[in-house]
């Protein structure tokens, strides 16, 4: 089945740090993929996305590229700030389906 | 910039007891969706709604669970009779056609005792 799979967190950071969160997933056909972000307290936030490969998602100094022969979805950010302390989330949709399949999500400790 | 909201934001209940969450999508968004998030584990599918009927339920959405679209603004989630494994943040989405992505609200915490 479809199915994302993301690296286990917790990752702490010291502020400036360059990032790294892996994701990897499994879907026939040619999926849509997403990072989310829920901050501390708060709901569901689409940080960035992409529907084709090789497409490069970008939002908020962070980027993603849709790597069809890796089946990746890699979230990285060149200096990172405790503001970005959160959980992220990598997720697909597949074709006509509705439903985002999200991963575990990867809890991010910035450190000052 | 609109956005989904959702209601109460917690809700304690005893076991056994119905719980409806409320939920009023943007307004113009035609797709509906409820997702849960058990804490500390991953956000999971519960039920699409389109055009006044259910499109697709994950197998959580059993019969103790339903949803309606009662008028123009609302969305609702009700559990019948709440078990101790139905604690967890619930999550309404919305999204306007099947290209667009899907815009979340900020969650219901529900807690069953």
């Known amino acids: 089945g479809n199915s994302v799979t993301q690296m286990e967190g917790p990752v702490t950071l010291s502020e400036e740090a360059f990032l790294t969160i892996n994701c990897t997933y499994t879907a026939t056909g040619y999926p849509s993929l997403f990072w989310y972000v829920q901050y501390p307290g708060e709901g569901l936030q689409l940080l960035l996305k992409?529907?084709?490969?090789?497409d490069k998602g970008s939002n908020k100094g962070f980027e993603a590229t849709y790597r069809k022969e890796t089946t990746s979805f890699h979230l990285e950010k060149g200096s990172v700030q405790v503001s970005d302390s959160a959980v992220y989330f990598c997720?697909?949709?597949?074709?006509?389906?509705?439903?985002?399949?999200f991963g575990k999500g990867t809890r991010l400790h910035i450190l000052p | 910039e609109p956005e989904v909201t959702q209601t109460p934001s917690h809700q304690v209940t005893q076991m056994g007891q119905e719980v409806i969450l409320r939920c009023v999508p943007i307004s113009n968004h035609l797709y509906f969706y409820w997702y849960r998030q058990i804490l500390g584990q991953k956000v999971e599918f519960l039920v699409s709604?389109?055009?006044?009927?259910?499109?697709?339920k994950s197998e959580i959405f059993d019969d103790q669970f339903s949803v309606e679209r009662p008028d123009g603004s609302n969305f609702t989630l009700k559990i019948r009779s709440t078990k101790l494994e139905d604690s967890a943040m619930y999550f309404c989405a919305s999204r306007r056609d099947r290209q667009e992505t899907q815009y979340f609200g900020p969650g219901t915490r529900l807690l069953v005792l």
């Open positions: 997720a697909l949709t597949r074709g006509r389906d509705d439903k985002i399949i």
């Open positions: 709604f389109y055009n006044n009927e259910i499109s697709e």
């Open positions: 992409a529907t084709k490969a090789d």
